[in-house]
């Protein structure tokens, strides 16, 4: 029982599962890349090698994470970024130092996604079962709501909060 408990904890717990997401997906692009150079000794990446990494992760990340496509930084920037996280000064990335260098790039992006995906899934249905309520009193559209399922309001009106974001993801 104490086991199942924990797992029912861990799954709650978003945070946790956005890590070990974009772990995973770190590692997969990681040996990816370091499978083509098993010739050297030790399996780190260049800064040639970081930047295909970094456009796979961001790949990897608009393709299996809901909401906008984020756009990977400036080459410049990761330059920086990869000299701060060099903690070993050699110029390459080891996979522990890749994956920090990853987790603090992403960190803006699954933050965005998380804010998303909570006014979709918490926010948007809460929103509609309180103007169903609402509407509800109004001389003829009351009779009309309250014949209509608290489960399918809440669905249409998140389906209609789902399509606001997808037609503005673009705008800025």
């Given amino acids: 029982m104490g086991q199942a408990w924990a797992s029912l904890q861990d799954k709650?717990?978003?945070?946790?599962?956005?890590?070990?997401?974009?772990?995973?997906?770190?590692?997969?692009?990681?040996?990816?890349?370091?499978?083509?150079?098993?010739?050297?000794?030790q399996e780190a990446l260049t800064f040639e090698e970081v930047y295909i990494a970094v456009l796979c992760v961001y790949n990897d990340i608009n393709k299996y994470l809901p909401g906008p496509h984020y756009d990977p930084p400036s080459k410049e920037k990761l330059k920086a970024m990869m000299n701060e996280y060099d903690i070993n000064l050699d110029g390459l990335l080891d996979r522990e130092e890749f994956a920090e260098f990853i987790r603090k790039l992403t960190a803006e992006s699954l933050c965005a996604i998380s804010f998303k995906l909570l006014v979709t899934l918490v926010a948007a249905p809460a929103l509609a079962l309180a103007t169903k309520r609402a509407t509800e009193g109004v001389p003829g559209v009351g009779r009309v709501v309250r014949k209509v399922p608290n489960s399918i309001y809440a669905s249409v009106i998140t389906l209609g909060v789902v399509m606001a974001q997808k037609s503005t993801e673009g705008v800025e």
Avoid: S, Y
């Fill in 12 to 41: 709650l717990q978003g945070r946790q599962w956005k890590e070990k997401q974009v772990r995973k997906i770190t590692d997969k692009v990681f040996d990816r890349l370091t499978e083509d150079t098993k010739k050297r000794e």
